[in-house]
Antibody, heavy 119, light 103 residues
Framework: EVQLVESGGGLVQPGGSLRLSCAAS????????IHWVRQVPGEGLVWVAR????????TYTDSVKGRFTISRDNAKNTLYLQMNSLRVEDTAVYYC????????????WGQGALVTVSS | DVQMTQSPSSLPTSVGDRVTITCRAS??????LNWYQQKPGSAPKLLIY???NLESGVPSRFSGGGSDTQFTLTISGLQPEDFATYYC?????FGQGTKLEIK
C-alpha cells in the first residue's frame, strides 16, 4: 500500500526542538517532491516547506526559515523535518504529503503529527 | 504571493443538493489548481487536480472547472459522506476552506 506515516510529534517548550519523521511505503521517496503542511486545530491548511526529489533543494515559508530543516534518509525511505527554536505559534498538526505533478497536487498524505509548543 | 479566496466559507446544504464552491486567485494561475476534501480528524484527500481532472477513486459526482483566476468545485447530488471541509490549492497557497453543513 502506498502511504506516508508520520511520527515524532509531542509537547515541547518554547525554544525547544523536535524532529518529525515521514516514512514512505509502497513507493520511493527520492522519486518525488515532498511537502510539509500544517494545520492549527480548527483552522485551515498552511504550507510550510517542500523538498525536491534530489533531497537537497528545499523551500520554506518565511516564518520557519532558519529554524526548520528538511533532510532525508534514502536507505530508510524516510523524510525528516527538524524543527528548532520552536514558538507557541508553531503549535499545529503537521502533515507530510507527496507531490504528484506539475500543478503541485498532493495525492498521498500522512496521518498527521501533533506538535504542541507550550510552557 | 498569490492569494486564494474561497466562497462561501460555510454552506448549509442537504443530501441530494447540487453544490458549487468557488475559488478565486489574485493573479492568473492558468489551470494549476487543486481541490481537497478534509473530514474532522483526518488528513486532506485530493479530489481534483489541474482544475478539472478527477483523482483516481474519487466519485464522478465531483467535478472541477475554471481557469486563470476563477475556479469551481461542483458536487452533483450531495451524499451524507460529503459533509466536510473543502480547500482549493495553488502551489504553496491554500484557500481558507469551505465547510459544508447540514441544513
Amino acid at each position: 500500500e502506498v502511504q506516508l506515516v508520520e511520527s515524532g510529534g509531542g509537547l515541547v517548550q518554547p525554544g525547544g526542538s523536535l524532529r518529525l519523521s515521514c516514512a514512505a511505503s509502497g513507493f520511493t521517496l527520492s522519486n518525488y517532491w515532498i511537502h510539509w503542511v500544517r494545520q492549527v486545530p480548527g483552522e485551515g491548511l498552511v504550507w510550510v516547506a517542500r523538498v525536491k526529489s534530489d533531497g537537497i533543494s528545499a523551500t520554506y515559508t518565511d516564518s520557519v526559515k532558519g529554524r526548520f530543516t528538511i533532510s532525508r534518509d534514502n536507505a530508510k525511505n524516510t523524510l525528516y523535518l527538524q524543527m528548532n527554536s520552536l514558538r507557541v505559534e508553531d503549535t499545529a498538526v503537521y502533515y507530510c504529503a507527496r507531490d504528484k505533478g506539475s500543478s503541485t497536487p498532493l495525492d498521498i498524505w500522512g496521518q498527521g503529527a501533533l506538535v504542541t509548543v507550550s510552557s | 504571493d498569490v492569494q486564494m479566496t474561497q466562497s462561501p466559507s460555510s454552506l448549509p446544504t442537504s443530501v441530494g443538493d447540487r453544490v458549487t464552491i468557488t475559488c478565486r486567485a489574485s493573479e492568473t494561475i492558468f489551470s494549476h489548481l487543486n481541490w481537497y476534501q478534509q473530514k474532522p480528524g483526518s488528513a486532506p484527500k485530493l479530489l481534483i487536480y489541474s482544475a478539472s481532472n478527477l483523482e483516481s477513486g474519487v466519485p464522478s459526482r465531483f467535478s472541477g472547472g475554471g481557469s486563470d483566476t476563477q475556479f469551481t468545485l461542483t458536487i452533483s447530488g450531495l451524499q451524507p459522506e460529503d459533509f466536510a471541509t473543502y480547500y482549493c490549492q495553488h502551489s504553496y497557497y491554500f484557500g481558507q476552506g469551505t465547510k459544508l453543513e447540514i441544513k
